[in-house]
């Protein structure tokens, strides 16, 4: 998937933006690596439309079922992309019409994952 969501971008692999593939809390409860299912979810955004501000719980909800990332999804992965997408939205600097192409502060993305892990 992740090389199909690339392909249909037209990005190259390699420059993939930096906020897809972080470590967040809960990511490990997926039999995959960080950046092969928050591709999926940006792309499912995207193609719902949303920007990263609109998106909410439902859509963390309602991805895992779309994309069948989890044969079932549980409130551990459901908050798995809720942390996620609640990072992105706290290091938002501005958003595009392309959802991946959102600018983010990764100055405070840092701090916000080195404060969390680092709180456990």
Known sequence: MFLQICYRWRMHPKKVPFFI????KLAVIF???AVEWQIQFIDYLHQLGLSIPQ???QH????????NISS???AEHIKAVENYLNTLQRCLISTEDAIYNSKM???LMKQLLYSEF???
Do not use: K
């Open 21 to 24: 593939g972080i470590p967040t």
């Open 31 to 33: 039999p995959t690596h």
């Open 55 to 57: 998106a909410d719980y």
């Open 60 to 67: 963390c909800e309602t991805f895992l079922l779309d994309r």
């Open 72 to 74: 079932q999804p549980s």
């Open 105 to 107: 502060n990764y100055y």
């Open 118 to 120: 680092l709180a456990n």
